[in-house]
């Protein structure tokens, strides 16, 4: 209990309000803004192209985790055992942006993490870090008594020619009023320089086969140790200029509004049978009323900033964008003043269709010419087929201008996932809960 008087005491914020049921179970975020857009509201291309190359780091090695995973399944437990002993890819953070605080071992050393529902592994730097650690807090399991050292090294190297490394451990972690034992966390000795260059560190929320140890994530341990306090779900809010949470063991009552329409979507397996992201399939994009791409599977990313599909995806999608024209490789632009109605539908549901707010869409002006806008859909090849990344510009709505119950158009959400029944639900926000 201890553990979450000292967690909400760090929260230190307005969940400590008694409108909010099961506040110990929620902590506030904080936005570490990536610089996509410059201070005059201009696009900053540089920082675009350094995300889009971070993203195509990121999913490559979700990709090679993915490829070592699957292959030792189908070997069985021979090849388990090999693992265990070899060595796997680990996850760079940098492209995460939504940060808080977390207690890990006994006595609680506390971090500022990252939370990265696209991608799986938990990873803080040791004492003995050499490369790119400077003033990130340590994680020191020898001053630990709950820590297991595993004998498991996990390492990668990055294609820029940096090298991250680290040891896995299991220990104990709270989060948010939730405490589990034997949590996998990676104690980095070397970090990649782009990695390195960030204030904190990160946790993966996914699913397993895209950790580097295989290992569980803390919102899958919370349901396999059923240490929730009220569901098997772990919730976010999240808003670039207002309030923004994540709940562990329920959602937040008081952020949902009551009697709207929510729908549960199953988080879909790869084609493999294996699961990877939170993700959606049979999803289509539309622009206003016109489906903009064919059926297919969409992750819901909180650790990147951008909506991205393929190349050739990006294409179809703009073409349907009135007035839109090619930037470059990965960009787009459209006109400033009249921006596209974006919206997307999951699971061939279309009574519900899910929109994209036009202010986290426009991504800044061209200083080339500034009536034209770049958006926030992107056209990268990441080696995920024809799915589409739905980041931050997705779920982070703040449009109550438009947020009415008769349109079936709903564009505020609050995001929960059932890590239990493997299931995800939009939920509409309640007024002002996120400003
Ligand atoms: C664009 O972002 C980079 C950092 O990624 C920064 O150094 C540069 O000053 C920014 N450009 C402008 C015009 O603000």
């Known amino acids: 209990m201890l553990g979450t008087i000292v967690l909400f005491a760090l929260a230190g914020s307005a969940a400590a309000t008694a409108a909010i049921p099961h506040s110990d179970a929620t902590i506030e975020l904080t936005r570490r803004d990536p610089g996509l857009t410059n201070l005059d509201g201009s696009a900053n291309i540089t920082s675009l192209l350094a995300e889009a190359s971070r993203l195509a780091h990121k999913y490559e090695r979700n990709r090679l985790n993915w490829d070592t995973y699957s292959a030792m399944n189908e070997k069985g437990p021979t090849a388990k055992k090999m693992k265990k002993r070899g060595t796997a890819a680990l996850t760079e953070q940098s492209h995460a942006v939504w940060t808080g605080k977390v207690n890990v071992g006994t006595p609680a050393q506390t971090f500022d993490v990252y939370f990265d529902t696209g991608s799986s592994d938990f990873t803080l730097s040791s004492p003995s870090c050499t490369a790119n650690c400077n003033g990130k807090a340590h994680y020191a399991p020898a001053d630990s008594s709950t820590s297991v050292r595993t004998g498991q090294t996990v ?5 820029d020619g940096t090298t991250s490394r680290g040891a896995v451990f299991k220990d104990t972690v709270t989060l948010a009023g939730t405490t589990v034992t034997g949590q996998d966390v990676v104690a980095a000795s070397s970090l990649s320089s782009t990695v390195g260059e960030l204030e904190s560190d990160g946790m993966g929320l996914a699913y397993p086969s895209l950790s580097a140890a295989g290992s569980t994530s803390f919102g899958l341990t919370m349901v396999q140790q059923k240490q929730y306090a009220l569901y098997p779900y772990f919730s976010m809010m999240l808003s670039y200029g207002g309030r923004s949470e994540i709940t562990f063991g329920g959602f937040n009552r008081a952020r949902v509004l009551s009697g709207s329409s929510s729908y549960w979507f199953n988080a879909t397996p790869d084609p493999n049978g294996v699961r990877t992201y939170w993700q959606m399939g049979l999803s289509v994009p539309y622009v206003g009323n016109t489906r903009a791409g064919g059926y297919t599977t969409h992750i819901l990313d909180s650790g990147t900033t951008l909506i991205v599909t393929s190349p050739a995806q990006a294409a179809e999608f703009w073409a349907a964008v009135p007035g839109s024209a090619k930037y470059d490789d990965n960009f787009w632009s459209f006109p400033c003043a009249s921006p596209p109605d974006v919206k997307f539908s999951f699971s061939r549901n279309t009574v519900f269709k899910y929109g994209v707010d036009q202010d986290a869409f426009n991504l800044g002006y061209l200083s080339s010419a500034p ?22 510009a997705f779920p982070d709505e703040t449009y109550p201008a438009r947020q009415t119950l008769v349109d079936p158009i709903v564009v505020n959400w609050y995001v929960i996932h059932d890590a239990l029944k493997n299931r995800i639900m939009l939920a509409q926000l309640r007024p002002g809960a996120n400003s």
């Open 371 to 392: 009536d034209r806008c770049i958006g926030a859909v992107i056209g990268q090849d990441l080696g995920i087929g024809t799915s589409w990344i739905l980041g931050d």
């Open 155 to 159: 390492s990668t190297n990055f294609v």
